[in-house]
């Protein structure tokens, strides 16, 4: 990023530097070539995929996102407009209820010493052991009585229930490692605990919250098996139990699951795109000696 | 103890700084009465657990004078400053700024302002962000933040670094920040916790020199604590040395320099270390003389007055500094054999035994003189009886003060 910092094959011999550009075109290759039968598929007309080494789509048409979209069809299109409202809402609702829970839970289990501490800790731990399936049946009967079953609300629920504890535990480390002088000396310069909180510590961990919130949105966004057992109702349906839909018992249409698959991936990319700055940022570097 | 010694070395060093600044001072607009103390601790102590760190400290600082807190690594120095910055509480004792009794109060409400060892800066902020936290926080006007702020800037060079962050600055120019977020706060008192140990050498002297100006120049009341003698006594109008969680001693630094009160102060400040010698006070022909370790010295009756004692146990103080070749007929000391020279190129030290048993002695020689002393050789080296430390051996006390 900065200029001082010289990369690790800036002083690498050519052949160093042509082994590890190499291994990583290798790599790259390795990683994309299923996306690219993907993308391969969602241009191409016809439903059966044809096998070839080199993912070309033949015959390139739009018709698999009209097919996925309901293209022409008001009906069709107006539910799927209204199961990606459901998987946008359901994400950011459990992406903000896990930061805003965890924030303060992870800064009081990092600044300060109380009774329970240690064992509430490690009972947030234990929760982590068990997927969230393995709930899935007390889950179920729970929102069953709660009313909550084919709403987005409930399943909002389940999923800030798993991401809240793994937040909490990514944002106590985040804190840990912002040093309390920082803190200490905005109370020195006249802040109240809670404004050294707010405006010292908070801003510091910024691009740790931020990558909080996408590892929330992003679990979300991607759960399937508790959406398809919660959810029955079709216009309650998150995307990937739309797109499942697609592979049917009998006949699979690929080309549609492709241009769903695309259109699934399409906000998260552009998420981490948007995000990728808090990613990488170093922010606390430089305020304490080192 | 400390009580003791501290009424005991009389001399107040309200030694006003006499540099007058071009420009008013800002720091003399707040000034209240030159009498009180502006910042007082009185028997303050604090224990970790079981582990008691200040066993009843007492420091008065006058306004506008520059106090140096000096002593050993975890003697409690840091935690003195975050008492009096109300990071932490006393657990008896009262703490005074500017004539209000502080020593409950959050430190929002103490008007102080410090400078950490690690910086501190606020990373997500810019250097001017930095400045401006504290004024903003207490609402000050925006013309007098930006007249602030515009003030420390060139007072410290900081102008052209206003708009960067933090980790886009050097390690001297985080610290010239983090003085600037001090300065600009126009404080009470101004609180520094050994700012210098992050820097290499050659910016340490530098910004050591710059510090005192800036002191000179805002005439600022100053606690700085530091574990390092050089700046101690270079920094200080007073010297406060904290050992086991009391103060040894205070006074001018050159005073407690010159007439250390306790073996720990006499071997604290100084480099190299005073050489301590187990002796015994002889006299012959009406004069006293300290005998012990190969060393014979003669000593000053008026110094040390009624302590001289013939055959009384005494411990032995002689610096480096003051012990040097025996010249033109002048009596000798000791003879030191030497085994290592250290030539620095203004002076020399040779290392050596006056006896096979005996501690390792340090004798300071002019750079012309090293040219002719050998390891292996043996110099016959003396010291001025006025320069000679007693100290009792059981209590650790000097004699004849
Ligand atoms: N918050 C704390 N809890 C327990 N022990 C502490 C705490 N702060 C300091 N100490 C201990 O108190 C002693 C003095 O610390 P400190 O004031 O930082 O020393 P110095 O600044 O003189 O090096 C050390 O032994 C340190 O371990
Ligand atoms: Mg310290």
Redesign the interface.
């Known amino acids: 990023m ?1 200029s001082t910092e010289a990369g690790p094959t800036s002083r690498a011999s050519p052949l160093e530097r042509f082994i590890v550009n190499a291994l990583l075109i290798v790599a790259v290759v390795y990683a994309l070539y299923p996306v690219l039968w993907v993308i391969s598929l969602a241009f191409s007309s016809g439903s059966t995929p044809s096998l070839r080494a080199f993912p070309l789509p033949h015959d390139v048409t739009l018709d698999n996102f009209r097919v996925v979209t309901g293209w022409g069809d008001t009906a069709k299109s107006f539910l799927f407009a209204r199961q990606l409202m459901n998987s946008l809402v359901v994400s950011l609702a459990t992406a903000s209820m896990a930061v805003f829970i965890a924030t303060p839970t992870a800064y009081a289990l990092a600044r300060y010493e109380f009774v329970g501490k240690r064992s509430g800790m490690r009972t947030l731990l234990l929760t982590q052991m068990f997927p969230g399936v393995a709930s899935a049946v007390p889950l179920y009967l729970i929102l069953d009585t709660l009313h909550l079953l084919d709403t987005r609300s409930g399943l909002v629920l389940v999923y800030a229930a798993t991401a809240v504890p793994f937040a909490i535990f990514q944002l106590r480390g985040a804190f840990l490692a912002i ?1 309390v ?2 803190e ?9 605990r809670t ?1 050294a909180f707010l ?2 510590a908070l ?2 961990a ?1 691009p740790a919250i931020a990558v909080t919130a996408l590892f929330a949105f992003m679990s979300a966004w991607n759960e399937f098996i508790l959406a398809a057992t919660l959810i029955g109702r079709e216009s309650a349906f998150t995307l990937p139990v739309v797109l499942q839909s697609y592979v049917g018992e009998y006949n699979t249409s690929w080309g549609a699951f492709a241009a769903g698959a695309i259109l699934v991936s399409v906000p998260v990319m552009a998420l981490f795109y948007v995000a990728q700055k808090q990613l990488i940022s ?8 080192g | 103890m400390s009580q003791a010694l501290q009424e005991a070395s009389g001399t107040d060093s309200a030694s006003i700084k006499a540099a007058a600044p071009s420009t008013p001072s800002p720091a003399s607009l707040q000034s209240s009465g030159r009498a009180a103390p502006r910042c007082s601790v009185r028997g303050v102590t604090k224990s970790f657990g079981d582990t008691s760190i200040l066993k009843g400290v007492d420091l008065a600082i006058p306004d506008g004078s520059f106090a140096v807190l000096v002593g050993p690594s975890g003697c409690g120095k840091s935690t003195l400053l975050r008492l009096v ?3 932490e509480e006393a657990d008896a004792g009262t703490i005074t700024l500017a004539g209000k009794d502080v020593t409950r109060l ?3 409400d ?1 008007d ?3 400078v ?9 902020l810019t250097v001017r962000g930095n400045l401006e ?2 004024l903003e ?2 609402k000050t006007p925006r013309a007098e933040i930006d007249k602030r702020v515009a003030e420390a800037a060139s007072m410290l060079g900081l102008e052209p670094l206003l708009g960067r ?5 050097s ?1 001297g120019q ?1 610290q010239r920040v983090a003085m600037g ?1 001090a300065i600009v ?1 126009r404080p009470t008192i101004f609180l520094f916790d050994e700012p210098l140990s ?1 820097l290499d050498a050659a910016l340490r002297a530098e910004v050591r020199v710059e510090i005192r100006r800036l002191h000179d120049r805002l005439k600022a009341t100053t606690l700085y604590v530091t574990h390092d003698q050089v700046e101690a006594m270079t920094l200080a109008d007073t010297l406060w040395v904290l050992n086991n969680g009391l103060v040894e001693q205070k006074g001018p630094p050159l005073e407690v320099y010159e007439r250390p009160r306790t073996t720990f102060v006499a071997t604290f400040l100084g480099s190299p270390r005073m050489t301590m010698l187990d002796g015994v006070i002889v006299r012959e022909k009406g004069c006293f003389y300290a005998e012990g370790g190969g060393v014979r010295a003669l000593l000053d009756d008026d110094r040390f007055g009624d302590s001289l004692v013939e055959g009384r146990n005494v411990r032995i103080g002689i610096r480096p500094h003051d012990l040097g070749l025996a010249k033109n007929g002048a009596p000798s000391v000791a003879e030191l054999k030497v085994e290592i020279v250290e030539a620095l190129g203004s002076e020399a030290f040779a290392h050596g035994w006056l006896r096979a048993s005996g501690p390792s002695v340090v004798a300071r020689l002019d750079a012309d003189e090293a040219r002719s002393v050998r390891p292996g050789s043996a110099i016959r080296v003396a010291v001025a009886p006025s320069r000679m430390h007693l100290f009792d051996p059981k209590t650790g006390l000097a004699l004849g003060l």
Do not use: I, W
């Open positions: 900065s040093p002088d920082l200490e000396a905005a109370m020195v310069d006249g802040a109240t404004q405006k010292v801003p510091a910024r170093g922010l606390t570097s430089g305020g304490v000696k | 910055a109300g990071l959050p430190p929002r103490r102080v302002a410090m950490f060892q690690s910086y501190a800066l606020y990373p997500h936290f504290g926080l207490r962050l933090p980790k886009q600055l390690g985080r977020r706060r992050n």
